[in-house]
């Protein structure tokens, strides 16, 4: 504190920098992966030493757990998709929606079977309650679907007693609506007309929100968003639904069929984000893990594994031999970077090993040991990438700029970092998107704008445009595969405003330049003084 640093630690006049955040992750995920691994292996190892010493018993403890299996495989296919393992370090709530709507559509199932206990109506209250709060009516319509699934397979109501149906309302009621009123009662409606009209209407009717996307948006966004796991999907959908045991075909067919009927509104939505998927992934990761634990390989299953594996393998080659450099500031340390390389090196090599002798117990291990990948990205790579990029302190000026003018809008015509996510999530600010910026810049109303060089010099000509900041930044493209193969250079984004404003850090920066200008004016006069 004396040193008035409070970002390292001083001792004797030497600054000793503490672990950094990205390390922390790494280890922190590292050792999770770590954990379950050495717990699996000392399970197994202590079965295996009781197998010699109580045989029958270890046997029928291995046919208890059989059913098991699948649901094991399925969690580690869910832990080490890509989608998942990136987004589970963020703090965001489609993350408690798909965990919310899980549980919610595995009590709807439990309900359909015989003589359900008492606990499975409120508990599925409770569950559609806190999906709600986090999300809002999404959280009913996912599981509202999975239940006409079920009528419709099922052919008979849900075997739920009257007064246990009651409690699951009540705890609905209580969880859900209760607060809404409570907020009603203590803000009015506006903070209600926001959430559910702008913050989901908009979302599938609205032009506010990631807008412009295909109607097959999502089937790209899952192959990308579920590797290492996705290609072996279709394989898995024919393999289970010609199964022996009719209680496989009728789980896959619940599934895919629930899973088909959830895309329905997410691809006719208007807003279209990667992460929507979320709910659907563990369902998809279900019938993965049963595919993978439970399903006998044929020869077209072979065949399948060992294509995609050495496909797999070439392709880590040539994204490790042909990536196009990207600016430094932009990457983390070399060390990390010699430590990524060296990984893929090992992983594909350890594809080509299983795709000699392909068994779903290799391929699930292989698969899951991939993950080391995603891991360093997400630990690594992704938080130098977001570090580098302008959109944090878009935010902050843009909030410090709604502070002296609560009125003011924001326009652009691209976008290239994608900040108007974070300018919306952080200060709550919705974008208006268009090209044509002249008629705004010149009117009354106070305007923000996030614009390209050429566009901030065709500005300075309006009297009352007043520049705000220079970002340099990468495209938001560049995280995706054609991002990678095509990496573009940095670029320039300019913020700037038709208004004045009282902020004294614009004013101070105003003034900074305003000097600046006037230097520069006085360096060219001496240089046309000493041609002369």
Not at 101 to 106: N, R
Not at 234 to 246: I, Y
Request: net charge positive; aromatic share 10%; hydrophobic share 55%.
């Amino acid at each position: 504190m004396a040193a008035g640093d409070v970002h390292e630690l001083h001792c004797r006049g030497l600054a000793f920098r503490p672990m950094s955040t990205e390390w922390l992750l790494f280890l922190h995920l590292a050792g999770a992966f770590l954990f379950v691994a050495g717990a699996v292996a000392a399970a197994t190892l202590r079965i295996a030493a009781m197998r010699r010493e109580r045989p029958s018993e270890i046997a029928l403890l291995m046919r208890a757990a059989r059913p098991a299996v699948p649901l094991i495989a399925g969690g580690l296919v869910l832990a080490t998709t890509l989608a998942f393992l990136s987004l589970a370090r963020l703090a965001m709530s489609d993350m408690l929606l798909a965990l919310f709507t899980t549980i919610s559509v595995a009590l709807a199932v439990r309900a359909f079977r015989p003589d359900p206990p008492g606990w499975t109506a409120p508990a599925l209250g409770l569950a559609l309650g806190l999906g709600f709060l986090a999300k809002g009516p999404i959280a009913l319509l996912v599981p509202g679907l999975a239940v006409v699934v079920l009528l419709a397979q099922r052919r008979r109501r849900p075997t739920i007693r009257l007064p246990g149906a009651m409690l699951g309302v009540l705890a609905f009621v209580l969880v859900a609506l209760v607060w809404f009123a409570l907020v009603h009662r203590r803000m009015g409606a506006g903070p209600l007309a926001y959430f559910f009209l702008r913050e989901n209407l908009e979302r599938f009717v609205g032009e506010a929100y990631d807008v412009g996307r295909p109607i097959w948006f999502y089937l790209p966004a899952y192959v990308v968003g579920g590797l290492p796991w996705s290609v072996f999907l279709p394989l898995a959908l024919v393999r289970l639904l010609r199964d022996g045991d009719r209680s496989v075909r009728d789980a896959t067919r619940f599934l895919a069929s629930w899973v088909a009927l959830v895309l329905i509104p997410l691809s006719l939505s208007r807003g279209k984000i990667d992460y929507y998927l979320l709910p659907l992934y563990p369902a998809l990761s279900l019938l993965l893990g049963r595919y993978l634990a439970g399903t006998p390989w044929r020869r077209l299953d072979r065949a399948w594994v060992r294509v995609s594996l050495v496909a797999g393998a070439a392709g880590l080659a040539v994204l490790a031999a042909r990536l196009p450099p990207a600016p430094e500031e932009w990457l983390p340390s070399p060390s990390v970077r010699a430590f990524l390389l060296v990984t893929v090196a090992l992983i594909a090599l350890a594809f080509l090993a299983v795709a000699a002798r392909p068994t779903p117990g290799r391929l699930l291990a292989v698969l899951a040991g991939s993950a080391a990948v995603s891991l360093e990205l997400a630990a690594f790579f992704l938080p130098a990438f977001v570090a580098a990029q302008p959109n944090r302190r878009i935010v902050e000026d843009v909030g410090r700029e709604r502070v002296y003018r609560p009125d003011l809008a924001l326009a652009l015509c691209s976008d290239p970092p994608r900040a108007r996510r974070d300018v919306l999530f952080h200060v709550r600010l919705a974008a208006v998107e268009r090209c044509d910026l002249w008629p705004l810049a010149a009117s009354e109303r106070p305007y923000l704008f996030l614009l390209r060089p050429a566009e901030d010099a065709s500005f300075r000509g309006i009297p009352a445009y007043r520049h705000i900041a220079t970002y340099r930044t990468l495209p938001a493209s560049a995280l995706t595969f054609p991002g990678l193969l095509r990496l573009p250079p940095p670029q320039d984004m300019v913020l700037g405003a038709n208004f004045a404003t009282t902020d004294p850090v614009a004013l101070r920066k105003k003034n900074k330049e305003y000097r600046q200008e006037i230097h520069r004016g006085w360096r060219d006069a001496a240089r046309a003084a000493r041609r002369r």
